[in-house]
T-cell receptor, first 114, second 113 residues
Framework: KAGVTQTPRYLIKTRGQQVTLSCSPI?????VSWYQQTPGQGLQFLFE?????QRNKGNFPGRFSGRQFSNSRSEMNVSTLELGDSALYLC????WGAGGQPQHFGDGTRLSIL | DQQVKQNSPSLSVQEGRISILNCDYT??????FLWYKKYPAEGPTFLIS?????DKNEDGRFTVFLNKSAKHLSLHIVPSQPGDSAVYFC????????????FGKGITLSVRP
């Protein structure tokens, strides 16, 4: 069974640009969550999508947005990039959500802002 | 407001010995707890979980203990192996499928040969 796939693996952008990251969940998983990991920090929750609807949202500015398609694939968009957005962005999927079941992670997209 | 805390940033143990990784939480609504292991350049891998109706769950060399009254859980690895060297994250979620997962900052485990 294929795991969670994130593309691209690495990305370099400059301040002010925007970026779109992609996540393909495990087949049959309808819940997709996004996390940001920065050095010395744990994983910070960005948002969760289930059946094409944003079901939960973390404490990030509106520059961070996402969407989910009918095949459960998800994209995350960050506009007006700042230096502090440099991080590892991780996507995780599960059959129906984070409560009571493990989420399975992709290997992440490493975003560097110059 | 850090609801899941891993107060020790690192731990070093000898191969063959027991590794004990600790985690504390503050939110009494959490009812499901997980441990993930992460190697560099890879995503976190699910290791083991425990529901709040239990106080212990075992899977091979890995055992998780939950003390609800103390809001504390721990991961025991016996015996520790060099391949266990990684960053370990403790995570928790509340009831309901739409509950989000809250992570600690992680602890770096080094197992010395």
């Amino acid at each position: 069974k294929a795991g969670v796939t994130q593309t691209p693996r690495y990305l370099i952008k400059t301040r002010g640009q925007q970026v779109t990251l992609s996540c393909s969940p495990i087949s049959g998983h309808r819940s997709v969550s996004w996390y940001q990991q920065t050095p010395g920090q744990g994983l910070q929750f960005l948002f969760e999508y289930f059946s094409e609807t944003q079901r939960n949202k973390g404490n990030f500015p509106g520059r961070f947005s996402g969407r989910q398609f009918s095949n459960s694939r998800s994209e995350m968009n960050v506009s007006t990039l700042e230096l502090g957005d440099s991080a590892l962005y991780l996507c995780a999927s599960s059959p129906w959500g984070a409560g009571g079941q493990p989420q399975h992670f992709g290997d992440g997209t490493r975003l560097s802002i110059l | 407001d850090q609801q899941v805390k891993q107060n020790s940033p690192s731990l070093s143990v000898q191969e063959g010995r027991i590794s004990i990784l600790n985690c504390d939480y503050t939110n009494s609504m959490f009812d499901y707890f997980l441990w993930y292991k992460k190697y560099p350049a890879e995503g976190p891998t699910f290791l083991i979980s425990i529901s709040s109706i239990k106080d212990k769950n075992e899977d091979g060399r890995f055992t998780v203990f939950l003390n609800k009254s103390a809001k504390h859980l721990s991961l025991h690895i016996v015996p520790s192996q060099p391949g266990d060297s990684a960053v370990y994250f403790c995570a928790a979620s509340g009831p309901g499928a739409n509950s989000k997962l809250t992570f600690g900052k992680g602890i770096t485990l080094s197992v010395r040969p």
